[in-house]
């Protein structure tokens, strides 16, 4: 590893990864005593010296420093010692008058402005007023986005939720993000409800207030001044770090073109602009007599650099991101006007040491682990052809080659994250980067800055240069349409776990070691690697092609419902997709239904099973049915006028997917041993969606789960009394009618299907009440076990066709 990198082993590797260590330690035991860790890591320390790496005594001590403040200050996050005002002690959904200060830029969506509030007043009613301290996330309703300023303090009157996770098998977990970011609840309140408490403002509040109304002024002056939408975004983007304008689709563009660092101000965008204003003013001081005679021109500029870079990150909103960028940056500059001899991986690693040891929560934000994958594999990659004496003697040649190898490299570097928290790979994104990077990075960037000086005083000329911006802009989106266009452009993999993305990792450390002439130790970890993956990818395969048991998820979609049956035979049917209704921009399929199928090494579906055409069971499927194969839809007759059916049929017909509508009587999908029995539904009854729910039994052996969707007491007697199917409606487990709504599970019903356990699919706190206190009550005096994903998180049922075991996520 020596030779890798030229300059001998870096002192400051051991330190960051002691302190890694200690971060990861206090993530997965935030309750372990300090000092018990603490004697841990000394014995750990000393053992790696003694045997394998050998440290020096001030190395050592540093890193066991390290390591225990990373323990310490993730624990500290993760197990506070909460005391009684503290804001997430009333995050319970009760309804709170709140007092508080705006403490974020805004963020503007078309229907709605969100904002961080920093709580210090809690009333109730019959409750005497608490002071609190802790941020909540908090949704403001109105077409007017001028209403409320950083630094107000603000009153209202709302429901204060916790942050909640979706809770299923390898699920995000939000909740821990968010209590990285210190936010603790979140508020939903129309503008009109909002009142400004009057107050002095003082000098910090008064500039941030006037960065904030200068950034909104400059992304109403583009948006409103460019015909491309799209291209007006960006550009807001690239300048202000303002994302929300950016449609879903647009990003995922750039995601399958390899490009979408592109759209969030990071290291890319900070290093340009650091460029450019450091040539400006060294080209300035230069003309200086004192500077050039002094010859500290250079390190003058470099420190002046500073300056407007750090306001680039305020004006930008400051965030995790673009503060860690600032930080890399930073000290890779003063770095490099040290003018001394410097290892460039011991920069990276006093990079990532000052950022972990400011915020330890940033090692599992992504795009901290992205920058650091892709600059890692930057530096080690050219090291490397500097080694081989890879470099090519012509000047235009090595600087075109140059920039296809930074593409490369951090292509390599983060491929494995990208696999694990995208589950895309694009095999396009040399081409992309090689147009967009000075395009969108070198051109309209620096463009866009001019227009942000110049638009308050001379509208016209920055008219003409935001519509030069939109011509390049529109050139960039069509060049990546075109290049994405192509079957072969980009590919959905399933996603990386983590002792995979550690053998990849392992397998290119034995390239690197190989080209660098330790061809055994290199032939070693390749051989090691390929092998290790070898054995998962078979184990993993024979899994699934030779299951011995049925696996059905109810999956945990909030107020909805959605599922997944994964057959003894391999076979992959997905039942609903959950969802949320038409106007709510938070998709199901994409954050939740589709990375869970993904974790599950599932990109193609052998069925989808719509039960109804209603938003809650319907509108995560047009995710599945645009980023899986999927052979069949199965549906019933009925149609709906909304957006979401219409693109969901839309979609059968683009992917030639075909639809089965099963017919009025009872209908069986067939699977070798499994067998999906669909009951006849009731003849001539309207438009009631719900009653007209597709019901089914899925039956292996001796095992049997009812899907009921959302019937009615209707529905549900004119099951119970038809003469069906041989085994009829008694199930050995029941998915509760309509989440357990009161006008469902009726007594004849429950009698029918006598099942051991009842699964109710329902939202959290949802607004119907459901399941209702009587329904419950009911299957308690049945004698039903009962589990809710609400309350459990996701059910996971498994079965050998005679007897079945029931895990949920959050009870085990």
Known sequence: MKKILNFGFPPLI?????????????????GLPLGAFAAVALVFLVAVSRFFLKLKPLVMGISFISMVWGFFSLARILNPDVSLDLVSQLSNSSKYTITGEIVSFSKDYSRKKRVVIFCNRVEKKGMPPVNVHGRIILNIYDKNKELFQYGDLIQFTSYLKPIRNFSNPNGFDYEKLMKFSGVFGSAYVGADKIRVIPRPIDFHIKI??????????????????????????????????????????????????????????????????????FGLFYFLLARVPMFLMKGIAKKTAGILTLIPLCFYGVFSGFSPSTQRAFIMISIFMISFLSEKENNPLNTLALAAIVILIYDSAALFSISFQLSFGALLFILIGFSLIKIRGWIPKKKLITIVTSAALVTFFAGLGTFPLIAHYFN????????????????????????????????PICPVPAELLVNLCQGILSFCIAYIQFLTSFKLSWSRIVAFD?????????????????????KKTGLVLVILAVLAGSFSFTTGLKTKLFQK?????????????????????????????????????FDIGRYVVGPFLWSQKIFCLD?????????????????ILENFKVNLVVKNRDTASSRAYKGLMALCRENTIRVWHPSTGDTTLGFDRTRLIFFRDIPGSGQNLNNNSLVFQVRFNKFSLLFTGDILNEREMVLARQNMYVHGLKSSLLISPHHGSLTSSSKIFLDKV???????????????????????????????????????????????????????????
Not at 233 to 247: D, F, H, N, Q, R
Not at 428 to 452: A, D, K, R, T, Y
Not at 559 to 580: H, R, W
């Open 607 to 623: 069925a989808v099973i719509l039960t109804h055409p209603e938003s809650d069971h319907m509108n995560g499927l047009l995710y």
């Open 754 to 812: 006598n099942p051991e356990s009842v699964i109710i699919s329902c939202g959290f706190g949802n607004q119907y009440g459901f399941p209702h206190p009587d329904v419950l009550k009911r299957y308690n005096n049945m004698g039903y076990g009962i589990f809710r994903t609400d309350i459990d998180g996701a059910v996971t049922i498994s079965s050998d066709g005679i007897v079945y075991n029931i895990l949920t996520h959050k009870g085990g």
């Open 208 to 277: 941030m207030r006037n960065l904030e109304q200068v950034r909104n002024r400059f992304f109403y002056f583009v948006m409103d001044g460019m015909e491309n939408r799209n291209a007006a975004a960006i550009l807001v983007a690239l300048v202000t770090g303002k994302k929300e304008a950016i449609p879903l689709k647009l990003k995922d563009l750039f995601s399958r073109a390899g490009t979408s660092h592109l759209l969030a101000i990071s290291g890319l965008h900070l290093s340009i602009v650091a460029l450019g204003f």
């Open 549 to 585: 048991k049925m696996i059905i998820t109810i999956l945990d979609v909030g107020q909805g419902n959605s599922a997944l049956i994964q057959t003894i035979e391999g076979k992959n049917i997905l039942v609903d997709g959950g969802g949320f209704s038409d106007r709510s921009s």
């Open 498 to 518: 983590v002792p995979e993305m550690i053998l990849v990792y392992l397998f290119f450390a034995g390239v690197a070691l190989y080209i660098v002439h330790q």
């Open 424 to 455: 895309l790979i694009s095999y396009v994104q040399i081409l992309s980067n090689l147009v967009l990077v000075p395009l969108m990075g070198f051109i309209c960037l620096p463009l866009g800055f001019m227009v942000f000086l110049i638009f």
């Open 14 to 30: 051991p330190v960051v990864l002691s302190l890694i260590t200690g971060i990861l330690v206090g993530n997965r035991f935030p």
